[in-house]
């Protein structure tokens, strides 16, 4: 059991999210970051969909019950348990009473604006549809189906054993970085309404700082830059929308589309985040810059391998360790 001494805002329980239930209008929701819910779970040992707490606002106090292992993953927010500096993505020991506190992210280490609170077993909230993620939009799911409030009490399932503390992983914010003069990138797809925009329109999608305004949330990305215009109106019939398809609404600005997102929209798409490159949106800070770099089908699979190759390091380390004495 932990329970929440400062909530901050807009904590909330998440997996790897709510997948198949677009049939039925249930969006996916799940980690903004899912290679840091997945680097805290393989260090401690955890199922790979076990349940974390997203931290997009800090700072953040909880206190540990009972002894437990945990890991700090995605932002560097200079944490700390009781007054010793822990360190992120590394695995600790908590004894009962003890009380881990979340700062500010520092932007000097890599850039990333979201905490992931993993504990050993996972928080053992019960799952709705298949996931223990919490859909912020449909109220269920997670802690209540509503981000984590003051006083909160979260079980968790206990490892059985399975988690050792002592030893790290090198974030992929250090081992994939991804820019473009300077500023964090991600890769996109040409979506099925590319071809019905300007030049003008192309050339700006690619080659601008399109800043994340501060309308952005676990929904969407709002965009702000040149506006995006089509050759003619557009007038389309919603269709299934997954995250990271950027729509381009009547006023130019794009949006995109992430992990709350409903699972139908009409206005024209532009382009589609490749899914190897969502978890660095889920870490761009409110109002700071990215850049798009178009992609071909071939390089976004490419990308994917490129994840599932960090994924399998990370688990070959933690089996190295655990193999020389980390006690699992």
């Known amino acids: ?21 677009l ?21 401690l040992g955890n199922e790979k969909n076990a349940a974390a707490i997203e931290v997009p606002v800090l700072p953040f106090k909880v206190r540990f019950e009972r002894s437990t292992v945990f890991a700090v993953t995605g932002a560097d927010c200079a944490a700390r348990i009781d007054e010793t500096p822990v360190l992120p993505w590394w695995a600790h020991r908590a004894e009962a009473g003890q009380v881990l506190s979340l700062s500010l992210p520092k932007q000097t280490t890599w850039r ?11 928080i053992d909230v019960p799952a709705v549809l298949g996931s223990r993620s919490t859909q912020l939009r449909g109220a269920f799911g997670g802690h209540e189906g509503r981000p984590l409030r003051d006083g909160d009490e979260l079980p968790t399932a206990g490892s059985k054993g399975r988690a050792a503390p002592g030893f790290g992983l090198v974030p992929p914010g250090l081992t994939l970085p991804l820019e473009v003069d300077g500023v964090p990138a991600v890769r996109v797809l040409p979506a099925a309404e590319y071809d019905c925009f300007t030049k003008s329109s192309h050339d700006a999608l690619w080659s601008t700082a399109w800043k994340i305004t501060p309308q952005s ?3 969407g990305y709002r965009l702000a830059g040149p506006e995006l215009n089509p050759l003619r109106p557009l ?40 899914e190897a490159d969502l978890w ?48 699992r």
């Open 112 to 122: 990333a604006t979201r905490a992931y609170l993993c504990v050993a077993g996972g």
């Open 235 to 274: 007038e389309l019939r919603s269709h299934g929308i997954v995250p990271g398809v950027i729509q381009v609404p009547h006023g130019g600005q794009p949006i995109i589309q992430m992990r709350d997102a409903q699972p139908s929209g009409g206005y024209p798409k532009i382009g589609t985040v490749i």
């Open 280 to 327: 660095r949106l889920g870490q761009a800070p409110i109002g700071s810059n990215i850049r798009f770099i178009r992609c071909s089908w071939d390089e976004a699979l490419d990308a994917s391998v490129d994840i599932r190759r960090w994924l399998a390091n990370a688990r070959r380390l933690v089996e190295l360790h655990c193999g020389k004495g980390g006690g």
């Open 217 to 219: 949330d676990r929904y």
């Open 23 to 43: 049939n039925l209008g249930v969006g996916i929701s799940g980690a903004m970051d899912p290679l840091a819910l997945a680097g805290g779970n393989i260090l």
């Open 1 to 21: 059991m932990i329970k929440v001494l400062s909530a901050g805002a807009l904590a909330t329980v998440q997996d790897l999210g709510r997948t198949g239930r």
